[in-house]
């Protein structure tokens, strides 16, 4: 049973949560983990392939968005194909991943624009059903 976060922002810009998200996909990349970004759709994956570049002044996050078994990559990032590993789920879409229970953790980042707060309630209340025990991470 994965151990499952939501981190709960306060900003209502549209693309706060995925600045937020790339500060804890670094923060885990630093750390040594594997990380798989579910982005909503092709737009968001292009969009955080390009953030992960620049997001911050002196860093970078290698990353890939696919599977690349001659080149692995800690960080990959994509809409439709979960990687092979399983140990961090950043899940940026606005629905449940099916696969969500394989990994050891879920990370889900919500900010107050209210489709995505929506979407973030609807998916919190969908684990507390099938029994997981959800954290709420208030950021400020």
Not at 39 to 55: I, K, N
């Amino acid at each position: 049973m994965p151990q499952i976060d939501f981190y709960v922002l306060p900003d209502t810009s549209a693309d706060s949560h995925l600045h937020y998200a790339c500060r804890l996909v670094e923060k885990a990349y630093t750390l040594g983990m594997q990380i798989y970004i579910r982005s909503a759709d092709e737009a968001m994956t292009e969009q955080l392939d390009a953030l992960l570049w620049v997001f911050r002044d002196q860093s970078f996050i290698p990353h890939h968005r696919e599977q690349d078994t001659a080149q692995p990559c800690a960080v990959i990032i994509n809409h439709s194909k979960a990687p092979n590993h399983r140990e961090i789920m950043l899940n940026l879409g606005l629905d449940t991943s099916p696969d969500y229970a394989d990994y050891d953790r879920l990370i889900e980042v919500v900010s107050a624009v209210s489709e995505i707060k929506q979407a973030g309630r609807e998916r919190f209340r969908h684990y507390t059903q099938q029994g997981h025990k959800p954290k709420h991470h208030a950021v400020s």
